[in-house]
């Protein structure tokens, strides 16, 4: 495959540090120090389809397609307000595509699920041209009452378009199963049968698991595209990693003995928007002409899943 169109869309509302410092028992200081967050972006007024539909619409005038052109759409996603029809079935509606949909919950790690799928498409199907979008808003199920995760994440979407081409040289993927360290639940209807024993929570973090799952898991997948692409960290000109923590980012960066400025960064404006990230990354380089062409990209996200995944993919 090779990527021919980015694009991404973020909710109006910057929320800063100090604005949630008004109601929940946390502060500026620790927020950077701990996370290297300094805003994110809130949905309040839009809602998550209508940046979907934004982000996908950039993503298309970028490769010069229209819906049309669409041979499939695949939307990364977490949760939405629909536990069906899939996001993506929405997002066709709303673009006036009419190419099949389908929806995949990798977590965090989503948007690497999503281009392994879209590799598979274009190699066994007619396929030209694979909508991938990852549209997230994890502000709607952390609890806000609580500073250990409500701090840490944001809403955004972010797409690219694919096609037939020979850019992508390694890609792999890890399944660990490890439910208690990142979940979260919902209510479930009531039968004749089963009453609603648990109930819905907001998400779940073992924060501390989950940053040592992060870092090694991380640093192995990178490895091992470099590795299966024949490639080393000099050969690679930026690697765009999950914006879930800075000092996540700085402990791979560390493992890996790399400069930051390979290590390109928007956590502090956005915090964590989950499979999203890694797009919105990509789209913001992308349209600040900061990737020539021919450079290798490095790709690495990691989340509940335990889902971890990494790619090596050459800019067209
Ligand atoms: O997208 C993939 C999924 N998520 C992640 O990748 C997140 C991975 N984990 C992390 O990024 C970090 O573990 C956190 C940012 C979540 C937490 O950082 P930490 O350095 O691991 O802090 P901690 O959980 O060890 O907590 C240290 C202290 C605790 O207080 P005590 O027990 O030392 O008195 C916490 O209660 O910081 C306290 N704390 C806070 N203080 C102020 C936790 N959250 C906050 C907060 N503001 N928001």
Known sequence: ????????????????????????????????????IQQRRVIS???????????????????????????YILCSNIANNYVTPALSCIIQGEIEATCPCLDLNGACAGFLYALDIAEAFLNSYQDKNILIVCAEEPTRFVNWNERSTSVLF??????????????LKALTLTTTSKVDVLYYRRLLENTP?????????????????VF????SSSVADIKKVMQEA????????????HQANIRIIDSIREHLSQSPDKFPQNIEKYGNTSSASIPILLDELSR??????????VMSAFGAGFCTGACAIEWD
Request: aromatic letters at 4%.
């Open 288 to 297: 600040a002409n900061k990737i020539k062409s021919k450079s290798m990209l």
């Open 230 to 241: 024949s490639i080393t960290c000099e050969d690679v000109s930026y690697f765009l990693l």
């Open 193 to 209: 049968y089963a009453a609603n024993a648990e109930g819905t929570e907001p998400l779940v973090m073992n924060g501390r698991d």
């Open 45 to 71: 007024k839009e809602s998550l389809k209508e940046l979907a539909v934004k982000a996908t619409q950039n993503a298309l005038d970028d490769a010069g397609l229209t819906a049309a052109d669409l041979d």
């Open 212 to 215: 040592k799952l992060a870092v």
């Open 1 to 36: 495959m090779k990527i021919i169109g980015t694009g991404s869309a973020l909710p109006s509302l910057s929320v800063t540090n100090d604005m949630l410092a008004r109601f929940l028992d946390t502060d500026d200081h620790w927020i950077q120090t701990r996370t290297g």
């Open 154 to 167: 944001g809403d955004g979407a972010g797409a690219v378009v694919v096609t037939k081409g020979t850019n």
